[in-house]
């Protein structure tokens, strides 16, 4: 299984952006796929998951009114929409998934993209 994340780039606060994570082979309604960044220095951080069968949605506090995560069955693809971008959201971000529905921590998702950078200015 392969995710390909795209869409990251650099963008003035208050800016918004559209993340992209396409996944090679099938994802089954028992599936979670999600987001989460890192920044240098820092761990990486749970930012939204989404159940694959059902499309029920979970966010970090942080992020939570400003970002949607959604997915395409047909497309096998998931997708950020980050509005009201921060500077402090920039991070590399990386889509994951587990196939035993892992919903906030990154060591119980099973398959990782390579991560694409998001870089907010101020």
């Known amino acids: 299984v392969q995710l390909q994340a795209s869409g990251g780039g650099l963008v003035q606060a208050g800016g918004s952006l559209r993340l992209s994570c396409a996944a090679s082979?099938?994802?089954?309604?028992?599936?979670?796929m999600a987001w989460f960044r890192q920044a240098p220095g820092k761990e990486r951080e749970f930012v939204s998951t989404?159940?694959?069968?059902?499309?029920?949605?979970y966010y970090a506090d942080s992020v939570k009114g400003r970002f949607t995560i959604s997915r395409v069955s047909a497309e096998n693809t998931v997708y950020l929409q980050m509005n009201s971008l921060k500077p402090e959201d920039t991070a590399l971000y990386f889509c994951?998934?587990?196939?035993?529905?892992?919903?906030?921590?990154?060591?119980?998702?099973?398959?990782w993209g390579q991560g694409t950078q998001v870089t907010v200015s101020s």
């Open positions: 989404i159940r694959w069968g059902t499309g029920r949605t």
């Open positions: 994951a998934r587990s196939v035993r529905g892992a919903l906030y921590f990154a060591r119980e998702f099973d398959n």
């Open positions: 082979g099938r994802t089954f309604s028992s599936h979670t």
